[in-house]
Structure formats: structure tokens, C-alpha cells
């Protein structure tokens, strides 16, 4: 985890639109979500999280249930990994970003160059800068980090046509001790009326819950969720629902939503 000479920020692409542009209002709706969020005991470490990536009134209380968790450990969290699915650029394998910091209304976060240096050998990394600029699935979720953490590197990846077995090798790669923590950036179902949303999200919550891959209309993550599994299967982690709700729940309108689901991951 380098100190970094030269600065080559990566700046936020989403402040006002998915999350506000202001910083002390952006704490204070970050405070709103965990507030929000579902209270879940677990009695062992977590290793790696599910969580939502839509505008925080909608998803922020969801992904809240995963950040409380993530609070409880923030003094041996050095790392993370942040996987997410491209929105806007279509490519193969996962891109990483020549950014050495990523940047939010709160400040800015120091990326692990010797971790994103260390993939490049991989055949499926590449660097592409494109794959990041407007991608909100990774950014979301930093205001949160920075709120729970406080300090730490980041491994940003935003995943595109990928096969499950090019995620787990690099969620392998950098695997790592109780200093590393992985999140995988993904919403549920989408736009379909209120009960079959939540039928559908029971179902892939099972499925994630058994470790059994999840198809594309499931999750908008599929690919880098899939890959999660796949290493979760490898390194015995066991899956737990923390929450499950969607955007009929914390916004209100019922007839089109979308899902979101917290998920954590205990073992080693």
C-alpha cells in the first residue's frame, strides 16, 4: 500500500444526482441511511459484503445493514476491494483505473497502487480509464466507507463481460488477511410491481444464500457476485441475509421498483 507521489484523481461523477454535492449534507444522509438500516448480529468476522448501488433515498438504508457491520471492524480494516458492473462502457474482463485517489464530497481515498499494480498481469485486467468516469456502482458506496472506516486503500474494479472464474482469480490475488475486506456493488431485480419484485428477491436470496450463481435479470452484478461465489465456495465463507427490500419500501411508490439486498459473508 504505497504513499503516492503524484496525484491523479479520479473525481466524483455523481455527487448531486445520486448522492448530495454537499458535504455536510451528504453526512448527515449517510447518518439517515445507517439509522435506516436493519440491526443484524454476527458472531464472526466478515470477509466480504453484497450491497445496493442505487440513489442513497432509494438503496441507502439497505446498504446500511452492511456498512453497521463493516463500523464493528473498522479498526482492522486497511483495504478494500470494490467490485462493481460497467453502466456505460461494454468491454471484457475488469477494469482498473490509473487514479491513485478517488475523490467525494468528503474527502479523498488513497488507492492500494501495489494491489491494482499486481493485476495487471492478470489476462483479464486492463486499465481503462473510460470504464470509471461515470460508473456510479463503486462510487455510491464510498461516502459510506469513508463514514465507517475513516481511513483505508482502495481497490477499485469495475467489471465488465467477465467470466465468474477472472473475478474469484483476482479476489484471490488479493484475498488477504483480517486487513482486507471485499464489496461487491449490486441491486436485485428491476422495474417490476411490488410482490413479484419481492418474490423474485426471495429467490435470489436463497440462491445467494447456497452459494449458487445468480443469472443477469437476478442482479445487475451478476458477473462480479458470481465471481464472489465462486471464492466464497473456495474459501468456505458462509452467506447471511442482512436485509432485503426494495425501492417500494424506503421510497414509497409500489407499482415499478427495484431490489436491494445486503449480504455479508463470515470465515476467513
Known sequence: MSACQFKRVRHPACAGSFYPGDAEELRQLVQFCLAGARRFTLHQPQKAFILPHAGFIYSGPVAGSGYLQLEKNRD???RVILLGPSHHVAFSGLAVSDAN??????????????????????????????AHAREHALEVHLPFLQTVLGHFY??????????????????????????????????????????????????????IEKLQPVASDQACGSVPLNGLLHAARTYNLTPHTLDLRNSGDTAGNRSRVVGYGAFAFTGN
Request: aromatic share 4%; no cysteine.
Open 76 to 78: 482492522e480494516v486497511q
Open 101 to 130: 485517489v478517488f475523490a467525494t464530497p468528503l474527502g479523498e481515498i488513497p488507492v492500494d497502487e501495489e494491489a491494482v499494480d499486481s493485476l495487471i498481469d492478470l489476462p483479464s485486467v486492463q486499465v481503462m480509464e473510460a
Open 154 to 207: 482502495l481497490v477499485p474494479l469495475v467489471v465488465g463481460h467477465a467470466h465468474e472464474d477472472e473475478v474469484s482469480a483476482v479476489l484471490e490475488k488479493l484475498w488477504g488477511g483480517p486487513e482486507t475486506r471485499i464489496i461487491v456493488s449490486s441491486d436485485l431485480s428491476h422495474f417490476h410491481d411490488y410482490a413479484v419484485a419481492h418474490r423474485l428477491d426471495m429467490e435470489t436470496a436463497a440462491r
